[in-house]
């Protein structure tokens, strides 16, 4: 039982100490870890000789310290609870707290190399049907690999900044015109971190997930789909994704989650041998998805088809090295209710079926001024809620061209 205050019954109690880099008081950025509604400060906590990391934990960003592996990550996660829950510590650690509110959290990692995948069946599949009606709905290659792309790691914003609604070609009646995106949505999707990097030419097996990889952030891939219905034909996502995508602030450790793995669903036609994962699972991660303070759609993370082990292996199979701070993001969480699509392609219909907010407007896509937030929480210990933070963004208009 912590001594924090309120902390204990909290979402972000000793089992959940997700990590962030928090600024105050125009001071240079530090790493902290979430207790309750504070933050600990662990530059501090390390100055003081209170955890030892090397010095990793006096750095502006996790990046040295994910690099650090399993065991580090470990050792320093059961010193924290240590300093959180033993009485003797008090009075040495309760001045490193700061009141969350008082705090600005910004980007927790410097992104490596950013990868999106396709992963949930359901939204794939609708996808399938809203874009190409009576042909099958999920192409030849669907089943066998989990389909990716790379991002722009560049553009990936923590939660809470603004979002300029892109710019960019779309396609019209009377040809190609450019302006501002009018089909501009969210993706509410689960991304993975990567600690621990891996040497060029040498594959990640399916089994090797917990040493690669640190935590998992909430992510919101901000997607133009009129730019990219224009664009994306024959190599995929570019400039109708590339504007923002946002993540949430905390990094939630792998080892926070261990009471949420799930049997995957199960995948036929079999999967070949390097994307045999045994056990077969993932993570019942239940995801939020409010429209200017409207809850729209609940996602849930356990019904993806792809795991997030079977991405590691195959964003890997071909030798491509990983490093600290690559992020790979699951692709659309989708379940199979209109009410539990990520994103608002799917919830509208392509824009037919328009949303009604409760001060009587409908939407079909964002409009400028709207705010979208993606919230989760995972099953912890002893029916404890392991909360996931959230990830916001608010739509500022286009510039002009
Ligand atoms: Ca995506």
Redesign the pocket.
Known sequence: MTWVTGAADSPYGVHNLPYGVFVEGGRAPRIGVRIGDAVLDLDGAEAAGLVLAGGALRQPSLNAFMALGRGQWTTVRRRIVELLTAEEHRAAVAPLLRPLDEVELVLPFAVGDYV?F?SSEHHAANVGQIFRPGQPPLLPNWRHLPVGYHGRAGTVVVSGTPIVRPTGQRATPEGPVVGPSTRLDI?A?VGFVVGVPSPLGQRVGVADLATYVFGVVLVN?W?ARDIQAWEYQPLGPFLG?SFATSISPWVVPLEALEHAWVPAPAQDPPVLEYLRDVPHRGLDLRLAVDWNGHRVSEPPFASMYWTPAQQLAHLTVNGAALRTGDLY?S??VSGPRRDQTGSFLELTWGGAEPVRLPDGSTRTFLADGDTVTISGTAPGPDGALVGLGEVTGTIVPARPV
């Open positions: 999106d396709y993706e999707e891939d997607s994704k993001a692709g659309t």
